[in-house]
């Protein structure tokens, strides 16, 4: 039985909620990048936290393939990338005006247990569309790789860097039940690391 998604995921702006594109994105073919709402969320996050800019194009081709099209959405598939660009902009609209009110959108089990692997497999995702963009915070011998630190516990492989922090023993076991209360910290905080970047893109 599919996991269900935290509280968050309940509702969206837009044409469809986020618990009808969950299971929109589980029964496209071909495959969608996320398998779920949660991936999809850590991807999202990735895009407005990048340290650079991405063409809303290129993003959705990568996220969907050829059902990421906008200029040829319609239906099910339009209603599903503007459910998708909403919560683009939500993200983007908070992490802007209130970033201390950030609340990703993890997996969660009825008995409360938090899964937060699938959202930063998701972030990590998104990350590979600008790879080499993202080396300053994938050294693991740069104190700024700290920002990656609650995302990378979960995805140590996908980001290519070692699942623990570069200078000091920590207990890899017990911090991952834990971890995850330190993304919405970090995910403000790596938008305003790559900030005068994005500014700099501005003509």
């Keep these: 039985m599919r996991q269900r998604q935290a509280r968050a995921s309940r ?11 969950d299971a929109w994105l589980e029964r496209l073919k071909p495959a969608a990048k996320v398998d779920g709402v949660s991936m999809l969320d850590g991807y999202l996050a990735a895009i407005v936290a990048s340290p650079c800019s991405i063409p809303p194009n290129e993003w959705f081709f990568d996220l969907l393939g050829p059902k990421g099209n906008i200029a ?28 201390g009110e950030y609340a990703p959108i993890f997996q969660r089990a009825d008995d409360g247990t938090v899964f937060a692997g699938p959202w930063c497999m998701g972030f990590a995702a998104a990350m590979k569309l600008r790879w080499d963009a993202w080396a300053p915070l994938r050294d693991s011998k740069g104190i700024e790789c700290g920002l990656l630190l609650p995302i990378m516990f979960y995805c140590a492989d996908e980001l290519a860097v070692p699942a623990g922090p570069p200078r000091q023993a920590i207990d890899t ?8 209360h330190d993304i919405p ?6 938008r305003d690391f790559w900030m005068p970047n994005r500014l700099a893109e501005t003509p």
Aim: no cysteine; charged share 15%; aromatic share 6%.
């Design 72 to 99: 040829s959405a319609q239906g099910k598939q339009l209603d599903a990338i503007m459910a998708i660009a909403a919560r683009f902009n939500a993200i983007g609209e908070i992490l802007s005006t209130a970033p």
């Design 11 to 21: 509702s969206a702006a837009g044409t469809m909620d986020l618990e009808v594109l």
């Design 173 to 180: 076991k017990s911090y991952l039940k834990t971890a995850y």
């Design 185 to 190: 910290i970090v995910v403000p905080a790596i």
